[in-house]
């Protein structure tokens, strides 16, 4: 059983920067590709980013690329969501994932591959 715990969310003003932070309970998380997804009031819960478990290959969404950054520090077993230029659209809370499976490529972008999930971390941009 793997836990996840995300941090790092607050309240920021449009065009600053925040970084949110995933922890995982387990050494062997450092073999799971992670994900980041986020749901904003009223929508669904989407993809945002996603990195295979060395950390050699990263996927986004289309309207965060160029603005997000996954990374992750295995020795630390935690990953990291970079988030640059905020926008009020941004405002969501934000979910980290994490995938025992042998997932690899566009599949890392699809919810069902993911076996554990964090309760969040809410992301609040004024304008």
């Known amino acids: 059983q793997v836990q996840l715990v995300e941090s790092g969310g607050g309240l920021v003003q449009a065009g600053n920067s925040l970084r949110v932070s995933c922890a995982a309970s387990?050494?062997?998380?450092?073999?799971?590709?992670m994900g980041w997804f986020r749901q904003a009031p009223g929508k669904e819960r989407e993809f945002v980013a996603a990195?295979?478990?060395?950390?050699?290959?990263?996927y986004y969404v289309d309207s965060v690329k160029g603005r997000f950054t996954i990374s992750r520090d295995n020795a630390k077993n935690t990953v990291y969501l970079q988030i640059n230029s905020l926008k009020p659209e941004d405002t969501a809370i934000y979910y980290c994932?994490?995938?025992?499976?042998?997932?690899?490529?566009?599949?890392?972008?699809?919810?069902?591959?993911?076996?554990?999930w964090g309760q969040g971390t809410q992301v609040t941009v004024s304008s």
């Open positions: 990195i295979n478990w060395s950390g050699g290959t990263t």
């Open positions: 994932a994490a995938s025992a499976g042998t997932y690899s490529g566009s599949a890392l972008k699809l919810a069902n591959i993911y076996d554990y």
């Open positions: 387990a050494r062997t998380s450092s073999t799971y590709a």
